[in-house]
């Protein structure tokens, strides 16, 4: 962890999103600080060589690098980081966030369930090493409304679906909190493991505050303002040039939820399938015992096949547990993920739509006054940092749907690798017993 | 004793199974399976000359009928069974047509199965009836029905009697005929479920099929994970193809099963001819007993028991003493006749436990050695199933790690 020394006043400076993105709504990058921006930061060299900037637009107006506020940026460490630019678990982690134990509570209005939210942290942003609060789903949701609200740029992780079937689905069942949990955990995981949602102040106060209630009504004031900052409804107006790479990635969404919503429906099939296999494979092995009962000497062969079904049902049973808990929840997890994609597309869209408004009224009044009007260009600005935090995460985004998925997939295999594994372990074990007794004359 | 089962002199195939149309009884049309029945001398391929074989065809029918001739003729053998004449137990993809090709196929190894079983039996191979049946194709059934074979058929009727009857049974033989109920009873079931497993297993496999096309559609929209998606998505086709075979062959354990359900049938209708057996020596013991009785009552004068004949005998008055030393003759005659009966019958239920027993001492050992290598075989498909499924999954994992 680097954040000692001379790097400690780099990221605080960096993620403007922390602490000050209350006061510098609607988003950090606005122009309003466009002008201090670039010269309070270029003296740091990390600024100049982070990837953002090879890899992007390098015109961005205000120049704060989004992407490098990672605060591990001295200068020493920078080559590391060019390295590592590819892999994704290479950035510097000095935030984590884990959920656990999860306890119901029964209160004569409802019952929920809260869960052990617990930080570990090296940043100099918190005053402690270590915290541990309780949150229940609610404080999670909250959580991401702020997080939208507050980083309207970014793509913001998804959380697990908030409403379930009643009746369907036991909200109190272990297996029901056991999943919940998971998904909540993975969500933290993925915003503390980002550059700049891992800054945010309703994020930390998440983390820390002893009564998050008494926070949340207090931002309730503040923030009724600045929320309509991000209200342009740009209802039926046709962009004129909306950036080639987010119309692809519009259609991608589309085509990927689609892809995986097809791999969950066939998941939960075969997941049915296995199950209803699993209920005749244990009528199955039983009739094997039946049989050696009336039998003398094939008594032990047909224990022996009955015994090793009964392996291969537990095995089975293992394979279908490990399915639905393990594979189901990053797919739903990947298919809420796409839609918090397409949001930010709106409203990315949005925000150019408001732009190319303004561009063309001026156009009509160019005669009158020549210079481009202020607003304008703060519009410009705007729709310019925009794009870029949007990449940049698209780009993260990409690279860890990627690796879950490979990871994810090659799970599936090991899972059916050792399913078939423990079968053949069985099946093999019972050769000799069959074998085993030298056959009369 | 297996020397000289006529399965070491000659050998025997079915070898062919062809659609056949004709008229049956009624003058009416009908569409049946003949099966082509190859025999070839043993000695002749030995001595390096390979004699075409001899060949006749023969319906499913005559089996029936060959076989209920062996019955009738061995009710002391446990006689082959005949395969299943319609499909049992199958799983759904199999037909259950009786002129499914696959079922006819099934059958034609049954049958030759039956036939080679026969052959190799120690005594029914030695059958003249079985021997033309393989080597005589017209006048087979004039000379099978010339044996009047079907006279000396029980009658059910009198089998059902003997049933509920029987005073002292031997226990040997109930204990096999309650053997042979839990025998059949365990392995329907067993079949039963066994067809069903074969079903959801079939579904599990196919549906892993649509991850072969979804992977497939996917990879179009992605970049880097694109290759490894589409070569995965072949390993899942693969996969849920692979589940044919070994369902087909699983259904060749479910044949070799079934044989012994109908074994079961075989075991039971030796033991029916045992009982039989029993309450006709029951009866003729019965017999013999009540005509001493009688004689006594005739020499002595007393009625020991009310019977008619007593009654008649007061109301009516004495017989004169001739009439009455004429009954009492012809009753000893009878008695006589009923003592010589008893003892041949008493001779032959015992030559009959005696060879039965054998016969079903053997049948347990054949039993056991089939049934263990069924077992065997069961094992080794799953075996190969376990290794496909590694294999299919694990090139999947290679395509998946690329990604």
Known sequence: MSTGGSGLGTPRALPSSGPRALRDMPHPLAPSSSEEGPAELTPSPDLLLPRSFAEKDLS???????????????????????????????????????????????????????????????????????????RRYQDFDWLRNKLEESQPTHLIPPLPEKFVMKGVVDRFSEEFVETRRKALDKFLKRISDHPVLSFNEHFSVFLTAKDLNAYKRQGMALLSKMGESVKYVTGGYKLRSRPLEFAAVGEYLETFALKLGTIDRIAQRIIKEELEYLVELREYGPVYSTWGGLEVELAEPL??????????????????????????????????????????????????????????????????????????????????????????????????????????????ADKNIQYYEKCLTAWESIIPLLQDKPETK | MMEDCLSKKIEISVSEAEKRTGRNAMNMQETYTAYLIETRAVESQTEGQCSPPDSLWRRYSEFELLRNY?????????????????????????SADNMDPDFVERRRIGLENFLIRVASHPIICQDKIFYSFLTQEGGWKEMVNETGFQLKADSRLKALNATFRVKSPDKRFTDLKHYSDELQSVISHLLRVRARVADRLYGVYKVHGNYGRVFSEWSAIEKEMGDGLQSAGHHMDVYAASIDDILEEEEHYADQLKEYLFYAEALRAVCRKHELMQYDLEMAAQDLTSKKQQCEELATGTVRTFSLK??????????????????????EEQIHEGEEQLKSKNTEGREFVESAWADIERFKEQKNRDLKEALINYAVMQISMCKKGIQVWTNAKE???KM
């Open chain 1, 303 to 412: 224990e022996g096949v009955s015994a090793c079904i009964g392996n291969c049902c537990t095995a089975l049973e293992e394979l279908s547990d490990d399915m639905t808990e393990d594979f189901l929840p990053v797919l739903r997890e990947y298919i809420l993920y796409s839609e918090s994609m397409k949001n930010v597309l709106k409203k990315r869209d949005q925000v150019q739509a408001e732009y190319e408004a303004k561009l063309e009224t001026i156009a009509l009044k160019k005669e009158e006054r020549p210079k481009v009007p202020a607003d304008v260009e703060k519009c410009q600005d705007r729709v310019e940092c925009f794009n870029a935090d949007l990449k940049a995460d698209m780009e993260r985004w990409q690279n860890s749907k990627r690796q879950d998925f490979r990871q994810l997939l090659m799970g599936m």
């Open chain 2, 399 to 401: 395509c998946f790690s």
């Open chain 2, 70 to 94: 062996l019955l009738v003729n061995y009710p002391h053998i446990v006689v082959p069974p005949l395969p299943e004449k319609r499909a049992e137990f199958v799983w759904h993809k199999l």
């Open chain 1, 60 to 134: 961005l107006p205000n120049g704060t690098p989004v992407d490098t506020s990672s605060p591990a940026s001295s200068s020493s460490s920078l080559l590391n980081r060019l390295q590592l630019d590819d892999d994704f678990d290479g950035e510097t982690r000095d935030l984590f966030v884990t959920v656990d134990d999860p306890k119901k509570h029964i209160c004569t209005m409802e019952t929920y369930i809260t869960y052990r939210v617990t930080t570990k942290t090296t940043r100099a942003e918190f005053d402690l090493p270590e915290y541990s609060v309780r």
């Open chain 2, 310 to 331: 007593g009654m008649t005998s007061k109301l009516f008055g004495q017989e004169t003493p001739e009439q009455r030393e004429g009954k009492i003759k012809v009753l």
